[in-house]
Structure formats: structure tokens, C-alpha cells
């Protein structure tokens, strides 16, 4: 082919020489079962590999027991896998090609994977697995009331104890103010919006939920039922400092989208007290 002049010509990659530059990329075929290459699996594979493809891309794979999924999907975390992913390598092997595997991290909510929407959070429970507890619930103990708010703190940020002070986390989100300071003359300018944009979003959009008057109402009861009592006190502080604070903030005549931003930053500090008692892999 005159346009692709090396596509049949073998490369090397590392110390493996594949036989040409025709490569099949990673899809679903859904054809394995509980996580294992079916016959029809690797029937599928060895085909391409019979037809002349060089370098055969697996499709995606779970390597942890929080990603497992009852979609059928290749998993790489059980002894029990060894065997059938051997069978399937030495088929494409017997007519020379070679196979590279394709690692899926956690799996994303249940809602989204129906729309084949996947998210990959290497470091964290997948939210399915933290929906009924851990640090989930505790960010929905009245800090964070829309469950989407929670879920995105607890998948975006990962483990809190990494910032020694809340102002750290404040930082990290961008929602400190902008400094331009000369001699003796300090001048603060609007916020940095600097680090994790989309979790400074939440926030925000969370804030504006204490403009109503601190209570717990009986859905919020529910969900405060199994929490240590430090948790509810924090979730309870919260509600009066940043009720509060609010409509003196309110009062004071400012735009409802700088008081929110405000009442944000205020709100990553009870996350970040939060986090101290309650890690991510709770």
C-alpha cells in the first residue's frame, strides 16, 4: 500500500518484535462469563490473530474486587482467571500474534454504567460500594445534602489526611482569594479557581442549600442513624455556622453567588474534618 509503506513491516516494542503494524484496539465483545474468556471468547480473538493482526488489544478488564460488575467483563483479580487468559493467549500466539491487555479501574455508578458511561478512580471504593456507608454517608450527614455532592467529593478528592490544614484543601480547590501584595500594601482580588475545578463546583452549587435554617429533618435522621456522635456533631456545627453565615452575608448586600462561593470555602473545612475521622476506605 503505497500510503502506509511500513503497515506489514515488523517493530519492535521493548524487546518484543511484532510481525506488523496492524493493530486491533480494545472493545466489548461481551462474550465472557463471570469474568472468563468463553470458547466463543477466544474464538473471537484467534480469528483476528489467523487473519494477520499484529498486536491484539484485550478489551477492558478488572483488576480489583470493588470494579466487579454484573456486566460480562473480563476480570484479572482471581487465581481462577489464570488459566482461561492462558488458553486465550497461546490461541493468538499459535498464529503469531501477540496480545496487550487493557486495565479498567473502579467502576462508576450503577446509573452511568448503564449508559456505558465508566469512570476509572484507581484510588478509591467504587461509590456502588460506598452508596450504603463509610465516608459517603458521612458527607451526607447534613454537609453535603445533594447525594451527587457526596458522591463527587468522596470520588475526586480521595484520602484528606493528606492536607495538614483545611486551608491546604481550600487551596487545593481554588477557592481562596487571588493575592497581589506590594510593600505594605496587601490587595486581595477574586478567588484562585486553581486545583480540582469540578469538585469547587459541587461545592458552590452545595452552598446554596443553607440559605435555609439549620434542622434535621426525618430523611436526614435516617441517614445519621449508624454515624459516631463526632460525625453528627461536625454535620451539625456545620449547619449552624454556615446557616448563619449565610444571611449575615445576605444582609450585608452581597450577590447570592459570592455569598455561595464563601459559604463553599467554609464548607471544604467541615469536609476536611470530616476526612480526619473518616478516610475514603471506610
Not at 518484535?17 to 461481551?30: C, D, K, P
Not at 466463543?40 to 487473519?51: L, M, N, Q, S, T
Not at 470494579?67 to 467483563?73: A, H
Not at 461509590?127 to 458521612?138: E, I, Q, V
Request: a positive charge.
Amino acid at each position: 500500500m503505497p500510503s502506509f509503506p511500513r503497515l506489514f513491516s515488523p517493530i519492535t516494542i521493548r524487546n518484543t518484535e511484532i510481525r506488523n503494524r496492524i493493530l486491533s484496539t480494545g472493545h466489548q465483545t461481551y462474550l465472557a462469563r463471570g469474568g472468563l474468556p468463553t470458547e466463543d471468547f477466544v474464538a473471537y480473538h484467534e480469528a483476528r490473530a489467523k487473519g494477520g493482526v499484529g498486536l491484539i488489544v484485550v478489551e477492558a478488564a478488572r483488576f480489583h474486587h470493588t470494579g466487579f460488575t454484573e456486566s460480562p467483563e473480563l476480570v484479572v483479580a482471581r487465581d481462577d482467571c489464570i488459566p482461561g487468559l492462558k488458553n486465550l493467549a497461546d490461541s493468538v500466539h499459535r498464529h503469531g500474534g501477540w496480545m496487550a491487555p487493557l486495565f479498567a479501574g473502579r467502576t462508576g455508578i450503577p446509573a452511568f454504567a448503564n449508559l456505558m458511561t465508566m469512570y476509572a478512580w484507581p484510588t478509591l471504593p467504587s461509590p456502588r460500594r460506598l452508596r450504603s456507608g463509610g465516608w459517603k454517608a458521612a458527607l451526607q450527614s447534613n454537609v453535603l445534602r445533594p447525594r451527587v455532592a457526596a458522591t463527587t467529593v468522596v470520588a475526586e478528592l480521595g484520602d484528606l489526611k493528606r492536607f495538614a490544614r483545611p486551608r491546604e484543601l481550600m487551596g487545593y480547590l481554588g477557592l481562596v482569594p487571588s493575592e497581589h501584595t506590594t510593600g505594605a500594601k496587601r490587595r486581595l482580588g477574586a478567588i484562585t479557581k486553581t486545583g480540582n475545578g469540578h469538585v469547587r463546583r459541587v461545592l458552590v452549587e452545595a452552598a446554596w442549600n443553607y440559605r435555609f435554617p439549620a434542622r434535621v429533618s426525618r430523611a436526614l435522621q435516617v441517614r445519621q442513624e449508624h454515624q459516631p456522635k463526632a460525625i453528627r456533631e461536625i454535620a451539625w456545627r456545620a449547619q449552624l455556622r454556615l446557616g448563619h453565615r449565610y444571611r449575615r452575608l445576605k444582609a450585608r448586600g452581597l450577590p447570592h453567588n459570592k455569598v455561595c462561593v464563601a459559604i463553599a470555602r467554609e464548607l471544604a473545612g467541615f469536609i476536611w474534618d470530616i476526612g480526619r475521622h473518616v478516610g475514603p476506605n471506610a
